[in-house]
């Protein structure tokens, strides 16, 4: 009898950590007082109810993966990574109106990424923290050496202007990272979850076949139930992120800068009050003049506080994502 041959595995790293982060805001800001007419709304309320004063959108000429790959592009430069360098992609959007091919595929080859492992996930307003997380997750198993993970949304292409329950609140924008091998521990534990019981809080208007069905029902927009998602956002989101603390085996007076989903500032002030973080901990509060733009948010909130100077290379960084699925995913990282 032979003997059967023994498999070689790939070699495992000690660590992983975010090298680079890029993003890219939609060029048009789009004031309260523009959109309030269809809605019978505000400047005021929509100020005082979400603390958003100005959201970025996306012109016409624009799409999903043109703010995609600019985004790549400037977290490629932050990292002196090259297209050829990076062997995965792993890109998270609900914008992208292809079944198939992936966004990712096709962004691989406008980066001069191929042949790199190429794949969109569907994770809503967490799926860049689910990135963050699978990509540690390859880099550390020797399966991946330079991750690109993108969270991207032009959500103004699933909006309904007449829409009160969430239209208003969002924005379009990509935010990018790359993510490698590292000598000391770059990212910690990555605490996620979801809960479908919760589907319909977060949702479209209806499916596409059901278009298909019935022309009449129009393009399908998003809708929420805003009570449900803010209270579950506030309060159960930070246990969430407690727990990613807690894992990654540091305190709140550990942590130099929070940064949570951008989906309301009420909700923001909630889970700092909720997680006990300390005044000196810097908060991202991105959303005041970019809105909610989903995956895209964490990245976006993250680059401008880096290119602001209100965080620094080698600060921890606490982050959350969480919104339709409902899914949620949270973890400390150094910032690059
Ligand atoms: C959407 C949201 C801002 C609504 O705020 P809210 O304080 O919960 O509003 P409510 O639904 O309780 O409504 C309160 C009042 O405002 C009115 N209202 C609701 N939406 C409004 C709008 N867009 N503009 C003006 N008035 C509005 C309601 O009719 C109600 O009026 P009434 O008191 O006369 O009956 C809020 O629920 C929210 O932010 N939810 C979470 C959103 C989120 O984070 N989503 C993304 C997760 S990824």
């Not at 569907?122 to 963050?132: E, W």
Request: charged share 20%; hydrophobic share 45%.
């Amino acid at each position: 009898m032979t003997a059967r041959a023994v498999l070689r595995q790939a070699e495992p790293v000690r660590h992983s950590r975010i090298l680079g982060i890029g993003g890219e805001r939609g060029s048009r800001s789009v004031t309260n007082d523009e959109i309030a007419g269809p809605i019978d709304s505000s400047d005021e309320w929509i100020r005082q109810r979400t603390g958003i004063v100005t959201r970025r959108r996306a012109t016409d000429d624009v799409d999903v993966l043109d703010l995609a790959e600019a985004a790549a592009r400037r977290a490629m430069d932050a990292a002196g990574v090259t297209g050829a360098e990076i062997d995965t992609i792993v890109l998270s959007t609900i914008t992208y109106f292809h079944q198939t091919p992936s966004a990712a595929a096709v962004l691989a080859d406008r980066l001069g990424a191929t042949p790199a492992a190429a794949y969109d996930i569907s994770a809503a307003c967490a799926g860049y923290a689910y990135g963050i997380g699978q990509a540690d997750a390859m880099v550390r198993a020797g399966t991946a050496r330079h991750v690109l993970v993108i969270g991207a949304e032009k959500l103004s292409d699933i909006i309904d202007p007449t829409d009160r329950s969430i239209s208003f609140l969002l924005g379009d924008g990509a935010g990018a990272a790359v993510v490698g091998p590292s000598d000391t521990p770059g990212i910690g534990p990555t605490v996620w979850g979801s809960d479908g019981a919760k589907s319909q809080a977060i949702r479209q208007t209806h499916s596409w076949s059901e278009l298909r069905r019935d022309a009449d029902l129009g393009w399908p927009t998003l809708r929420q139930d805003g009570q449900t998602v803010f209270k579950w956002a506030s309060f159960q989101m930070a246990p969430v992120a407690a727990k990613a603390m807690a894992e990654a085996g540091v305190q709140p007076e550990d942590i130099q800068v929070f940064v949570p989903h951008q989906a309301n500032m009420r909700i923001i002030d909630q889970m700092v009050k909720q997680l006990g973080l300390p005044e000196s901990v810097v908060v991202a509060r991105d959303i005041a003049d970019t809105g909610n733009t989903s995956a895209a948010s964490i990245p976006l909130a993250v680059d401008r506080l880096l290119t602001e100077g209100k965080a620094r290379s080698g600060d921890l960084a606490l982050q959350i994502g969480f919104g339709a699925g409902l899914v949620y995913a949270a973890q400390v990282v150094v910032l690059p």
